[in-house]
Nanobody
Framework: QLQLVESGGGLVQPGGSLRLSCAAS????????IGWFRQAPGKEREGLSC????????KYADSVKGRFTISRDNAKNTAYLQMNNLKPEATAVYYC??????????????WGQGTQVTVSS
């Protein structure tokens, strides 16, 4: 089982920024693409971004393109999601998960526990 732990969520004002971290435990992150997702209350989980295993290729949903940046540091076994110019509709629980490749499905049982992001004044 791949264990991923998200951190970095919190309360931020509209227009503010947060950086989320996704740390791998018990396995080497190098072999996997990492995706970030969010789920707001009453809504379906939404895919936000993905980065391939080397970090050389990234993808973004239109809803976050230009404001969110995904990155990874394989030496630290950690992936990141920098979120800028946050809007109230970004309030959600944010998750990371492992993929074998970005266009593929999530590796079973690789979901993290999530971190809450609340955008409010």
């Amino acid at each position: 089982q791949l264990q991923l732990v998200e951190s970095g969520g919190g309360l931020v004002q509209p227009g503010g920024s947060l950086r989320l971290s996704c740390a791998a435990s018990g396995f080497t992150l190098d072999y996997y693409a990492i995706g970030w997702f969010r789920q707001a209350p009453g809504k379906e989980r939404e895919g936000l971004s993905c980065i391939n295993s080397s970090g050389g290729s990234t993808k973004y949903a239109d809803s976050v393109k230009g404001r969110f940046t995904i990155s990874r540091d394989n030496a630290k076994n950690t992936a990141y999601l920098q979120m800028n110019n946050l809007k109230p509709e970004a309030t959600a629980v944010y998750y990371c998960a492992a993929h074998y490749y970005c266009s593929g499905p999530v590796v079973p049982k690789s979901w993290g526990q999530g971190t809450q992001v609340t955008v409010s004044s």
